[in-house]
């Protein structure tokens, strides 16, 4: 039974976490941070990638984490298995971070267009996943 609640619980993580980025990005925007942050000397490009990165350690964090706990209950990962499970989220985490923040900046002034296509996309992934 673990074999199956803990992929699909790090899926839910990878899913939620990343996609709620592009959140923070309309706070910035609405704050005026972002054009400060903009004026800075990394290209805006740079900023972009930089920000869809830095998505990466909290969601392997997490992913190790719910290993971990699991492991007293009966999980029992095979050593491949979980290097590949690592590196999954990882990839799909940051490529859904990049995405949730490029959504924020074409929504930029209209959080409710953000929101829609956010859960639009956002639930039916999470139901092709079982």
Avoid: D
Avoid at 48 to 57: F, Q
């Amino acid at each position: 039974m673990w074999q199956w609640f803990v992929p699909g619980t790090i899926v839910m993580v990878t899913l939620f976490g990343t996609a709620m980025t592009g959140s923070n990005l309309q706070c910035e925007m609405s704050t005026g941070s972002y054009e400060r942050m903009l004026l800075a000397p990394p290209g805006r490009s740079a900023i972009m990638v930089g920000k869809s990165l830095k998505e990466i350690a909290p969601l392997v964090a997490q992913t190790v984490l719910v290993i971990v706990i699991m492991l007293p209950f009966g999980f029992r990962p095979h050593p491949v298995g979980a290097l590949v499970g690592l590196l999954i989220p990882a990839i799909l985490g940051g490529g859904i971070g990049a995405l949730s923040y490029a959504l924020a900046l074409a929504a930029e002034g209209k959080e409710w267009l953000f929101w829609g296509v956010r859960r639009t996309l956002l639930f039916p992934l999470l139901i092709c996943r079982a």
